[in-house]
């Protein structure tokens, strides 16, 4: 199938701002399910808001454009009715982990099958470019004009710690890398996180003098490392990127379809 029939060209062109790596994300998820030869009508995309949620809208998929922080919440509802759909779920900084943060940790805990993908690019880019869980100490933000003082969660960290039993990170730089991925997660059963470090020259980049885009993706280069690398020995302060989780553990639908069985042998 060509890009053309994948997505919804009534809605383009779409509303990203040049050199935003959202638009990266989108290609390679297209890329992921052509390699993979799923079906459209067994997809399910569910959003909240922000940029990164548009992503919802231009896919043709069966999707839901929910509210800020739930998006979670009504794909696990989607997930527990339909559970022989593909569940993927797009989201920004304050949809994962500010008001979406305790859906995010027990969808981990709970081991559900859906992949979330947390698109980071450490701002609230669509409602004006305030600070966000993932700015980080020290950064400019339109709501932080003297710097932030609050420090960021780490993605990765976050979901392991919570129990996804697959976790990444991957950056639109390394497109290839971010593909792959994204076909593992969603191939694996349990609930897979994908954290991907996005540019956001609008708001991001030019409040902290990042530089022009070119500067930034150059940046997601030269500051991430392979899981395990060399580089990372001699450099901690690299981001480590790739497949830092992925374990066997029973699915959150198929151990409730055994609670469904045994009540229904005592009836």
């Known amino acids: ?44 995309m569910v959003s909240g808001i922000g940029c ?12 839901l454009h929910t509210i800020h922080g ?24 304050g949809d994962a982990l500010s ?12 081991n559900i099958d859906i992949t979330a993908i947390v ?14 869980p993932l700015s980080g100490y020290g950064t400019m933000a339109t709501t932080a004009p003297y710097t932030n003082i609050d420090n960021n969660f780490d993605v990765v960290e976050m979901a392991k710690a919570s129990g996804a039993t697959f976790v990444a990170r991957a950056t639109p730089y390394h497109a290839p890398q971010l593909a792959d991925i994204l076909a593992e997660a969603i191939q ?17 980049g030019r409040k902290n003098k990042e530089g022009s885009v070119v500067d930034m993706m150059e940046k997601l280069k030269t500051r991430t490392t392979p899981i395990g ?8 302060s ?15 639908c198929d151990e409730y379809q055994k609670i469904i069985d045994q009540a229904k042998k005592r009836i």
């Open 52 to 63: 990164s949620s548009r992503i919802a809208g231009y896919l043709d998929f069966h999707t």
């Open 1 to 44: 199938m060509a890009m053309k029939d994948y997505i919804r060209e009534r809605f383009f062109p779409h509303i990203w701002c040049p050199g935003c790596g959202h638009g990266i994300v989108l290609n390679a998820l297209v890329r992921t399910v052509e390699k993979l030869g799923l079906k459209k009508n067994d997809i399910v």
């Open 119 to 132: 698109m980071n690019n450490r701002v609230y880019g669509m409602t004006g470019g305030q600070y966000s």
């Open 188 to 204: 694996h059963r349990g609930f897979s996180v994908v954290e991907v470090m996005t540019p956001c020259p609008t708001y991001f």
């Open 229 to 236: 690398s060399k580089a990372k020995q001699e450099d901690p």
């Open 70 to 93: 739930r998006a979670l919440a009504f794909a696990i509802g989607v997930k527990m009715c339909r559970p022989e759909l593909k569940l993927l779920v797009p989201m920004g900084d």
């Open 238 to 252: 690299l981001v480590e990127r790739g497949i830092f989780v992925k374990q066997e553990r029973p699915e959150y």
């Open 99 to 110: 008001i979406g943060g305790n859906h995010f940790i027990h969808a981990c805990r709970r």
